[in-house]
């Protein structure tokens, strides 16, 4: 009898052990190669869940970048969510401390809300991202989404989609450029990436540096906007690189380029 105690709780200490293993197995036996890099992505979605978890005001750096940076790539891959990830709620699906009334609908742009709400803040400076592939304002909106993530403006040639929201003095806080930054700026995600070799590469590439100075004159035109707005000082634009470890967008040099156009327009 006392043997048989023993197997009946060693099979279910077996059926307990095993069954997260399988149902893992089950999610990243795509193929066998993959296996291990999606539970490796099983522990970093766990570990991105209770990051954003904990983060309640959005003050707390920023996990990751929205979107791929590799060079490799010309369009933005749609991001591989394991589909056991819980994308947890965004802190507060209400607006926060943000008024009820005076949303502004920026000029020129198609407003679409994001899923993150967070605070309104006084704007006090302008942050120039890129998206990280030549893709679309729209896959920019959806991928930000998709993370959890938010900015104000996704531009590319055609589109520019306002996705939070602007008040007369206020402007409500995005999640994309790091603990310092998110607060009190307004972002820009320009359709792209490495937009410094862009400016490097013109002659090999007009056509590519064509759409990144069309996109770019729309963003200085919006930059220009806030600045008398909100009273931002010029001096107060930055690249996201600036603002938070690990990020190179939208380039060094593109950054320079970016404040030229904005001296010259306003
Ligand atoms: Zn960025």
């Not at 972002?187 to 490097?200: A, H, K, P, Q, R």
Request: hydrophobic share 30%; aromatic share 8%.
């Amino acid at each position: 009898m006392i043997i048989n105690k023993n197997l009946l709780l060693l099979c279910f200490i077996l059926v307990l052990v095993m069954t997260p293993m399988k149902s893992i197995e089950v999610y990243g036996a795509v193929s066998g190669s993959t296996q291990n890099e999606s539970l490796k992505q099983s522990a970093v979605n766990m570990i991105e869940a209770i990051l954003n978890i904990t983060n309640t005001s959005g003050s707390v750096t920023e996990p990751t970048t929205g979107v791929s940076n590799n060079p490799s790539t010309n369009s933005t891959p749609s991001p591989t969510l394991h589909p056991n990830k819980v994308i947890p709620k965004s802190p507060g699906t209400q607006q926060a401390n943000c008024p009820s009334e005076g949303k502004l609908n920026i000029s020129n742009s198609q407003y679409s809300h994001l899923n993150r709400y967070l605070d309104c803040d006084k704007p006090r400076m302008i942050v120039i991202h890129w998206s990280g592939g030549w893709s679309s304002a729209q896959v920019t909106f959806n991928t930000l989404n998709e993370r959890d993530r938010s900015c104000q403006f996704a531009i590319d040639e055609n589109t520019t989609i306002q996705m939070l929201d602007h008040y007369p003095d206020l402007v409500e806080r995005g999640w994309c450029a790091g603990e310092y930054g998110n607060v009190g700026s307004i972002n820009f995600e320009i359709t792209g990436s490495y937009f410094d070799s862009v400016l490097l590469e013109r002659n090999q590439n007009p056509k590519r540096y064509e759409q990144l100075i069309t996109m770019t004159d729309k963003t200085v035109a919006l930059t220009c906007k806030f600045i008398q707005m909100y009273s931002i000082p010029k001096s107060a634009i930055y690249g996201h690189y600036q603002l938070q470890s690990g990020k190179p967008d939208p380039g060094v040099e593109y950054l320079k380029f970016f404040k030229q156009r904005v001296n010259q327009a306003c």
